[in-house]
């Protein structure tokens, strides 16, 4: 009779133990945040590898020399891995968490960074999301290449000062999603690769354009936007797809896939752009100042 007491004294020590463990864990999950100051050590470059699940992603310019990163979520598995190091002259910032593909976890749950990335030292940013919303603000940084992939989103990219350096690259692609980029004309790009799936997608040349740009635009069943000031010399040549609707103002129609502004020819900075895909509503506006 002592033994069979002892047994179900041992077992009730041991449910209060794994009740109280997982009250602790579950306490702990409830609200976890944390900020990062990485100082980047005098190098002359800097590479950004962002990997954000789903949630909310916000991004500006910081200090000259300094990454800062404020981390908000509810969940210890969404607790951001921040990994910084030199290699020769280049800083390597890298900031990882698991995609929501890869999580066991149901929404709704809080997700939220905002980062502040260095506004001295040339950027090459990769920024790799799902599901997600954000503003990815880069003005007053020196962006030198940008590849932006993500699942379905809602993003405005800016550019609202001109950008620094030269822009290699812009290279976007992303599912069914709402994007705005605006002041396009600032960000001093050569050349712009977007691939899109359904959606709805914004192209903002606002800003001043220095050199001649290329667009290519390639997307199926999406509501395209261009906005391009009427002073800019653009080209639009609209390739092997169907258009639900085709609404370009202010340009001159050359024949049925090309289009060019006023003002094209006349100067060495120029705009052209190359849009495929099918089944696709096109609307160019001109802007006037």
């Not at 209060?16 to 306490?27: D, H």
């Not at 092997?240 to 609707?245: C, V, Y």
């Not at 502004?261 to 001109?286: H, M, Q, R, T, W």
């Amino acid at each position: 009779m002592k033994l069979h007491t002892k047994k179900r004294y041992i077992l009730l020590i041991l449910l209060s133990l794994i009740f109280f463990v997982s009250a602790y864990e579950s306490m702990a999950d409830e609200e976890n945040g944390e900020n990062r100051v990485i100082p980047l050590g005098g190098v002359d470059s800097l590479r950004v590898t962002i990997k954000f699940g789903a949630g909310k992603l916000d991004l500006i310019s910081g200090q000259e020399d300094v990454f800062e990163g404020n981390f908000q979520y509810d969940k210890s598995i969404l607790k951001p891995n921040v990994r910084y190091e030199i290699s020769g002259e280049t800083g390597i910032l890298t900031l990882s968490q698991s995609i929501k593909k890869d999580l066991n976890l149901s929404f709704p749950y809080k997700n939220i960074w905002n980062l502040k990335l260095p506004s001295g030292v040339p950027l090459q940013l990769y920024i790799n999301t799902a599901t997600y919303s954000g503003d990815i603000d880069l003005t007053n940084l020196q962006i030198e290449n940008l590849y932006l992939d993500s699942g379905a989103s809602q993003t405005n990219i800016v550019f609202n000062q001109p950008n620094l350096i030269d822009l290699k690259n812009i290279n976007i692609k992303t599912g069914a999603s709402t994007i705005k980029m605006l002041g396009l004309a600032n960000a001093n790009f050569n050349e712009m690769n977007f691939t899109g799936g359904a959606g709805s997608y914004t192209f903002d040349f606002s800003g001043h354009l220095t050199k001649k740009s290329k667009v290519n635009i390639n997307a199926g069943a999406a509501k395209i936007i261009f906005k391009i000031p009427s002073s800019m010399g653009t080209k639009i040549i609209i390739r092997n797809f169907l258009a639900s609707k085709l609404d370009v103002r202010g340009f001159i129609k050359i024949n049925d896939q090309t289009y060019i502004s006023p003002e094209y020819g006349k100067s060495a900075a120029e705009l052209d752009v190359e849009i495929k895909g099918s089944f696709v509503d096109v609307e160019v506006i001109s802007l006037t100042n």
